[in-house]
């Protein structure tokens, strides 16, 4: 399901006595972080803080917001965890969040009225992503991200599609 807000980091800490927090983020590089001008201590628009300045250090960004001035000020953050609006992030068509894909229905591509579980976790490996598929058995299945097995992904309605590759699930040859 698509959302309106998403987790984008936790703040870890502060840098400096001016007010800077270390941002542990929680998406696929720290640059993506500086793009955003507001971000939110919770998912919905009326606890909105202004961004001042974002910068990638190593693994983790240093970002000032308006009103925090003081490393006292900014001590107080830690622990806290900021949303992005999703309307903000600049994504590609067909580019989803992996807090979207999960709880998505996983329906087979030649069997359509196959289901093979719920998408619960995505593990990035590099190469490509693998998505853990768990079944109404409760058992764990792992297919790659990759286009000769994802066939469709529809957030906005909670279906991905896939061809499994042979020997994935149980009943293929």
Request: aromatic share 8%; with cysteine; glycine share 8%.
């Amino acid at each position: 399901m698509i959302k309106e807000f998403l987790e984008i980091g936790e703040i870890v800490g502060t840098h400096g006595i001016r007010g800077e927090m270390r941002l542990n983020p929680w998406c696929d590089s720290p640059e993506f972080v500086t793009g955003f001008k507001t971000l939110y201590l919770d998912s919905n628009e009326g606890c909105a803080v202004q961004i001042k300045s974002a910068r990638p250090h190593g693994n983790i960004v240093l970002l000032t917001v308006k009103d925090i001035d003081t490393v006292e000020k900014a001590q107080k953050m830690r622990g806290k965890i900021l949303y992005m609006k999703r309307s903000d992030a600049k994504l590609p068509e067909g580019t989803y969040f992996i807090a979207e894909l999960k709880g998505c229905t996983v329906y087979d591509a030649d069997c359509p009225e196959k289901v093979y579980g719920t998408l619960t976790d995505v593990s990035e490996t590099g190469a490509n992503d693998v998505w853990h598929i768990r079944a109404e058995d409760g058992r764990e299945y792992l297919i790659p991200s990759i286009p000769d097995v994802v066939i469709d992904t529809d957030v906005a309605n909670n279906r991905i599609v896939i061809r499994p590759l042979k020997g994935i699930f149980d009943d293929e040859d």
